[in-house]
Nanobody, 116 residues
């Protein structure tokens, strides 16, 4: 059974930084893409950043220049470095991983709160 476990969330002041990690286990396949989504209070879950196994990354406009997604293909692990955090970044962040046939796997989510 594939499992994704996020870590690194918490409370941070505006302008601060956090680094999210997502460790995976149970997959026999390399993930063709890994991503971070978030769900802000009262809103739907939206894509934040996505990275392919080849290292190609894309970001939602609101985090460009502040967030960096990276991955360790050997460990099937993905990271999200978040700098200059803003109150509007407050959300539950979810790790996502996709295998070659399009099947998606999700983590349980981790809360990031940006507040003074």
């Amino acid at each position: 059974q594939v499992q994704l476990v996020e870590s690194g969330g918490g409370l941070v002041q505006p302008g601060g930084s956090l680094r999210l990690s997502c460790e995976t286990s149970g997959s026999s396949f390399r993930f063709v893409a890994m991503a971070w989504y978030r769900r802000a209070p009262g809103k739907q879950r939206d894509l934040v950043a996505r990275i392919t196994s080849g290292g190609s990354a894309n970001y939602v406009d609101s985090v460009k220049g502040r967030f960096t997604i990276s991955r360790d293909n050997n460990k099937n692990t993905v990271f999200l470095q978040m700098n200059n955090l803003k109150p509007e970044d407050t959300a539950v962040y979810y790790c996502n991983a996709q295998i070659f046939n399009g099947v998606n796997y999700w983590g349980q989510g981790i809360l990031v709160t940006v507040s003074s």
